[in-house]
């Protein structure tokens, strides 16, 4: 059931000793709702734990470290943030996948498996309806919970660039900036330019790894556990570097494909212009946004390249 | 003298057929300043002229073209935009140099040459003044004014990322995105993600073109004309890669150096943390911001390099 703010105050100021899912391949925005969230329901005394199926990456230890200072224990609320679909919880799967009382999100995608869902698909991140939650709810907001959200709304619309930002993105930046004083810029900094050695040999190769498909029009790029290894990079390290397959003019989407240690291959559309590729991804099983998707795929590279090459191709028809 | 918003709107209010200058080398902020002046000194029925020694590259037409659509006439006022000193206006420094009656700027190196000044160190661009002087001065902004507005806030904040990005900036950029519908998704890719093959060739080199000194705190790159020749890129290509100098954690001061036709190498310094470069370049003759300045040296590229190892060196010292 889609629910609205009033709703959502009701679940939260109501529940206790929650646990707080964040997806598999944890991004800033995940991390960011996680953690924020976790400080709201403190300042309302209630006690959470916030959970992932992967390590938290050492880059967003300035939100991980210190938090989740409740330690273990069983929980009796169960909350979902930044996830469209259970399989995206890796192994919390099986054990909340049907158990879910409220989702918050932001995905178009979302497959509606929480009991309440707080879904507004116009946000630029998770981490943006969670600081309108907050002030709706007049919770106090501290610097460290100012921070996380502010890390979720910069990473998911690639530092207010993309056009999933919203003038209410904007708005919370400045006020954050005012009356938190974040050190927003240390943040970017960390989320958006500091590279590993290993990340920027990758990308020194990224022009050859460019194959360009359907005259141009479809940019893939594939990294394959052997290539990590080669270089030094692992999954995380990748994060941010899909939307550097659209980087020439012409190209209107493209895909960045990483090979898991499982053999499947997770892919990461971007959209340049005008191609939806969450309508993409969710042909093959996947989804996300109008200009951010993502599905994993899979059997060999060749063969999922294939499927790659044919349901863009679809699209562009 | 230096001025305040009262004075620069009687200014403005009264002069008539306005040449604007931008600097040599143009950038989105001083592009963005001079179209949008321009544009609200048409709302006040003045003509003007936007004027550059170098020529505007492509990438900036949607701000310039349609626009200076008064041809060529003999000025009555002289006006600077985003200019700290007259050398930054290559040849039009011997014809207006020392005419300049309104300078409208944000470097905090900015050399008082023009007769009145309206510097503001601390906002993020010089659009952001001149945003903020329309409002104060109740002038209607075009949606092209707007355009180009946006265009110099953002690109000067590396797209609100940086340190210089002003609660104000974000504020600004949100009524924007509310009042002017401006295509802001489309500026944001072409002035920060499309990339010309060369370009993307030249990015592939940038591991082994960084050379790191003085234990890793600084790291150059020059990139020489027949570098430029050899993949097919040219000066202005190049704007946005200086700070991809400082992608490695540990590094504190990065400079790209580029080479002129005329053999000078123009250097860009950006800073990653606390270091003022702004000082550093003001030592060996330039300026800018304490993140990001600029200097000029002539000579081989070894002596040049010497110049800036040194210069840095005391600066960390």
Same mark, same amino acid.
């Given at each position: 059931?889609?629910?609205?703010?009033?709703?959502a105050e009701?679940f939260l100021r109501n529940c206790e000793d929650a646990v707080i899912i964040t997806?598999?391949?944890p991004?800033?925005?995940c991390i960011g709702a996680g953690f924020g969230l976790q400080d709201i329901l403190s300042q309302m005394g209630i006690r959470s734990k916030v959970v992932c199926?992967?390590?938290f990456?050492?880059?967003?230890?300035?939100m991980t470290?210190g938090s989740n200072q409740y330690g273990d224990f069983e929980p009796k609320t169960v909350i979902a943030v930044d996830i469209?679909?259970?399989?995206?919880m890796?192994?919390y799967?099986?054990i909340y996948?049907?158990k879910v009382q409220l989702c918050i999100?932001?995905?178009?995608?979302?497959?509606?498996?929480a009991?309440?869902?707080l879904?507004?698909?116009?946000?630029?991140?998770a981490c943006?309806?969670i600081?309108?939650l907050a002030?709706?709810m007049?919770v106090?907001i501290t610097?460290h919970c100012?921070?996380c959200l502010?890390?979720?709304?910069?990473?998911?619309?690639?530092?207010?660039?993309?056009?999933?930002?919203?003038?209410?993105?904007?708005?919370?930046?400045?006020?954050?900036?005012?009356?938190?004083?974040?050190?927003?810029?240390?943040?970017?900094?960390?989320?958006?330019?500091?590279?590993?050695? %290993?990340?920027? /040999?990758? &990308?020194?190769?990224?022009?050859?790894? $460019?194959?360009?498909? *359907?005259?141009?029009?479809? #940019?893939?790029?594939?990294?394959?556990?052997?290539?990590?290894?080669?270089? %030094?990079?692992? /999954?995380? &390290?990748?994060?941010?570097?899909?939307? $550097?397959?659209?980087? *020439?003019?012409?190209?209107? #989407?493209?895909?960045?494909?990483?090979?898991?240690?499982?053999?499947?291959?997770?892919?990461?559309?971007?959209?340049?212009?005008?191609?939806?590729?969450?309508?993409?991804?969710?042909?093959?099983?996947?989804?996300?946004?109008?200009?951010?998707?993502?599905?994993?795929?899979?059997?060999?590279?060749?063969?999922?390249?294939?499927?790659?090459?044919?349901?863009?191709?679809?699209?562009?028809?």
């Open positions: 059931m889609y629910i609205g703010f009033s709703e009701k997806h598999r391949n991004d800033g925005d199926s992967d390590e990456p050492q880059r967003y230890a300035f470290d469209a679909d259970t399989k995206l890796g192994d799967e099986q996948g049907d999100d932001h995905h178009i995608s979302n497959k509606n498996y009991e309440k869902t879904l507004q698909g116009e946000a630029t991140a943006e309806i600081y309108a002030k709706f007049g106090e610097k100012a921070t502010y890390t979720g709304i910069a990473t998911d619309s690639g530092c207010f660039k993309y056009d999933c930002t919203t003038p209410r993105a904007h708005e919370i930046a400045a006020e954050m900036m005012r009356n938190y004083d974040i050190n927003f810029a240390r943040i970017n900094r960390y989320m958006f330019d500091v590279k590993s050695r %290993g990340r920027l /040999m990758l &990308e020194s190769r990224l022009s050859e790894l $460019m194959e360009e498909n *359907l005259d141009g029009r479809l #940019v893939i790029v594939a990294v394959t556990q052997a290539m990590m290894s080669e270089m %030094g990079v692992s /999954m995380e &390290e990748l994060e941010g570097f899909a939307p $550097m397959t659209i980087q *020439l003019e012409n190209t209107e #989407v493209g895909i960045l494909m990483r090979e898991r240690k499982d053999g499947v291959f997770k892919c990461s559309f971007r959209s340049a212009y005008d191609v939806n590729v969450s309508e993409i991804c969710q042909t093959i099983g996947g989804g996300g946004h109008a200009k951010a998707a993502g599905c994993t795929l899979e059997g060999s590279l060749e063969d999922a390249k294939k499927i790659l090459v044919e349901a863009v191709r679809k699209a562009l028809t």
